[in-house]
């Protein structure tokens, strides 16, 4: 049997139950994303990254954390991180110092994360400011594709210095439409070339750069009738084929209103994420549903695997490929040792 293991799951606590422990020794779960609800301290979260690993040594360990009003950890010595909109700002003042500080904060927000046992975040986010979405807002960098790209490469620079990879969202684009995929399913109406040459423009000029994407919750009705994460036009034609991404793609979370509407009628988490497998994601998330004893969770691990046997998914050899060149190739340095290293305080001294 072809080896993928497909979904990232999340935890409910501070520490791991045997109902986590069985979740993640299932031969289809591949990754953990971590919240705010599983952090009390550096030492807590050391403790359940590495007992995570010691359960799935290949197991990839992920979290939202970009900075301004997501980031995750925020106490106990991690530094607190400016939305991307500031180095947006201090771009329109001084483009060169913007880049400058951009790598500095990737950096510093990579190897603080590697240090407590995290493999990757999910940053930096390519959408654009156009000033209406409140579920964007201050998390993009910059109105200007180019200025965005330009950020994004330099702070996926810092990211790389600390041997984390990358993941750009919300391809093609979340900035421009108002509603909130976490509650109801948006809109674009804007057509495929306009996309191209504006919000989507990031993806091809990074194409080099990028690890991984993740597409957003949002149906561009005049390319497609599903949203962009269970469309094979976006993933496999565009994204793949026309801009040349080989990199991983994740699905965003199966369990927002974004993603269980399909085809105009609602589905189960496990048509969700067979549709967005088959579409051509490589990994796809559940989150937040392992807090109320985690039925979702294993609905999903259940109907994936009877799916599978069934022929309406296929595993692929290719995305479990991409999804192990996610994982870092060097050992972090721990926590003390890095506050002591040249490289941290100089990236520290750069930030706004």
């Known amino acids: 049997m072809i080896p993928h293991a497909p979904v990232v799951l999340d935890v409910a606590g501070t520490a791991l139950n045997d109902d986590d422990r069985r979740r993640l020794r299932h031969p289809l779960t591949g990754g953990l994303i971590l919240f705010a609800r599983n952090w009390h301290d550096r030492r807590q979260l050391a403790g359940l990254t590495g007992e995570a690993r010691s359960i799935r040594p290949d197991l990839l360990i992920c979290v939202d954390h970009e900075g301004g009003r997501v980031q995750r950890f925020r106490t106990d010595g991690f530094t607190v991180l400016p939305p991307m909109r500031a180095l947006g700002e201090l771009w ?167 993603a269980r509407r399909l085809d105009r009628r609602e589905v189960s988490y496990t048509d969700a994420a067979g549709a967005a497998l088959q579409a051509g994601c490589d990994m796809v998330l559940l989150c937040n549903q392992s807090v109320d004893g985690g039925a979702a969770v294993d609905e999903l691990l259940q109907g994936l695997t009877a799916a599978q046997a069934a022929g309406r998914w296929h595993a692929s050899a290719a995305s479990e490929a991409r999804r192990l060149a996610l994982l870092p190739t060097s050992a972090p340095l721990p926590w003390d040792e890095l506050m002591r290293s040249g490289p941290y305080r100089h990236a520290l001294d750069r930030l706004i």
């Open 92 to 258: 329109m003042r001084d483009a060169m110092r913007a880049t400058d500080v951009a790598t500095a904060t990737g950096y510093v927000l990579g190897a603080e994360l590697r240090a407590c046992g995290v493999d990757l975040s999910f940053t930096p986010v390519l959408d654009l400011d156009h000033g209406g979405s409140s579920v964007i807002g201050d998390r993009a960098f910059h109105r200007d594709p180019r200025v965005v790209g330009l950020l994004a490469k330099s702070l996926m620079h810092g990211l790389l210095r600390a041997g984390m990879a990358n993941c750009g969202k919300h391809f093609p684009g979340h900035g421009h439409v108002v509603a909130d995929s976490h509650h109801e399913i948006p809109v674009d109406r804007r057509s495929l070339k306009t996309l191209l040459a504006d919000d989507a423009a990031p993806y091809g000029w990074l194409g080099s750069s990028l690890a991984s994407v993740m597409p957003a919750h949002v149906v561009y009705d005049k390319v497609d009738q599903r949203p962009a994460g269970f469309s094979e036009r976006w993933l496999q034609q565009i994204l793949r084929a026309q801009l040349g991404f080989d990199g991983a793609i994740f699905s965003d979370d199966l369990s927002m209103a974004g």
